[in-house]
């Protein structure tokens, strides 16, 4: 369903009208358009705060993008922001940024050297004068240290503290349609950057503000094409017959990936219809079904003789307030929604199907970290999914890594289907004033499969527009 308002504010009188009455005026997005488009374009100024360790790995991923590069300089807790290559050139901060007469489509800063709580001076001196001349569409991204890494309390405060500075950035430019992010990096992961970096700073993350990712240390990440990162790999994507399943789907075979959609037996038409699109196999199963684990690895195992990635996409909702929920719509809920994606990873990996470097990626909802009216067996479930999710992480081997998504509003049938109330509401409230599409999900989905995302393991990312419900 089209979001009306979105439309009518980005006219001439609509503008006028929304500025009049102090409405918001929500920018549009701009999403990923073509396979080959560059992950950055535009003028990227890069800064870092002295003793910065990811100043290089930085340097190199945007000098590999058509982006301006830029680096700070002159002032001097920045200083370490001229070790980000020679393709950046030196633009002075040493004022008021009143003298800087350029658009920013992206500010980088890395904060990875910084010690001690006086050390956050720097962010300062960096996005100050600099904030400002973000564009529309623009990204900020900050990388810092893992706080659970740091040994000293002060240290570990300072880089805890950039959580708070990212969130309340992606609230201040969020009305421009920008978004903030934060990478936290384990010591020595700077080669583990590639992929976040990439991802943050491209429009496929246009629906993904004030998240934090942790970045772990790992085995370096195997070649694979830019263009399709995940060619040669097969996907299991459940509850693949529409909506954001579909786009999952879709997206996964942009990417090079062969598909395994599956869904029930009433949606097979509808399922069938999106597999012969994208050239993928479909499967009818009922993932409640006690049966069904043996079943779909068994399908696996007979047309595909093992699986790459693994999506828990399937998920249903059966709202009632905990006092008038019947009990079958509790039991159905868990069951659909959490309990079969362990008991399908459990048999996949029992049968030894999940390969080398695999992916398993689950959803969950901001649901299930806020909690929600009439919504107890649901965000229940999905809170459960973060539990899951976070435990897997310690226990996965073999390069394979799991997380999750926690979409927000997202533009579906079901979210059409709400009282315009409730949908209008759902719209606003989030940095960005206006809901997500199916492919924000799938994108996110797609980083975190990337080959070169092997450094991504046991998070939550929300793709929300930064709503302000929850976390």
Known sequence: MSDRYLTFVNTPFGRTAAQSLGLPAPVPLKRWKRIDQPFIEGDVLIGAANGSKAIGAIGR????????????????????????????????????????????????????????????????????????????????LVIGQDPASCRQPAKAAAHQALEGLVRSVGKEIGRKGATANLLWMAPGAEKQ???????????????????????????????S?????????????????????????????R???????????????????VMSAIQGKALACDITDEKAPKQIADFVKEHFGGIDLVIHNAGITRDKTLGNMPEHFWDMTIAVNLTAE??????????????????????????????????????????????????M??????????????????????????????????????????????????EAIAWYCNPASNGVNGNVVRVCGQSLIGK
């Not at 992929?195 to 934090?212: K, N």
């Open 61 to 140: 991923v945007l000098g590999a993008s058509p982006a301006k590069l830029f680096h700070a300089s002159a002032v001097a807790t920045l200083n370490d922001s001229a070790k980000s290559g020679n393709k950046a050139e030196a633009l002075p901060l040493d004022g008021d940024g009143g003298d800087i007469e350029r658009k920013f489509s992206a500010l980088v800063f890395d904060a990875t050297g910084m010690k001690d709580t006086t050390d956050l001076r720097a962010v300062y001196d960096f996005f100050h004068p600099t904030i400002r001349k973000l564009s529309a569409n623009g990204r900020v």
């Open 393 to 442: 992480a310690k226990r996965v081997k073999n390069g394979v890594t799991i997380n999750a998504i926690a979409p927000g509003f997202i533009e579906t049938q079901m979210t059409a289907a709400m009282p315009i109330t409730m949908r209008e509401a759902g719209r606003r409230m989030n940095s960005l004033s206006q809901g997500g599409l199916p492919i924000d999900v799938a």
């Open 193 to 223: 950057l590639d992929s976040s970096v990439r991802f943050f700073l491209s429009p496929r993350s246009a629906y993904v503000s004030g998240q934090v990712t942790r970045i772990g240390k790992s085995a370096d990440a195997p070649a």
């Open 342 to 391: 362990e008991l399908i990873d459990e048999e996949l990996m029992h049968q030894e199907l999940l390969r080398e470097n695999g992916r398993i990626v689950c959803i969950s909802s901001i649901s299930g970290i806020a909690g929600n009216f009439g919504q107890t067996n649901y965000a229940t479930a999905k809170c459960g999914v973060i539990g899951y999710v976070e435990a």
């Open 225 to 253: 094409n830019p263009v399709a990162p995940l060619a040669g790999k097969v996907a299991l994507v459940t509850g693949a017959s529409r909506g954001i399943g579909a786009s999952i789907a879709e997206t996964l075979t």
């Open 255 to 273: 990417d090079g990936a062969t598909v395994l959609g599956l869904d029930i037996p009433a949606a097979m038409e509808d399922l069938q219809s």
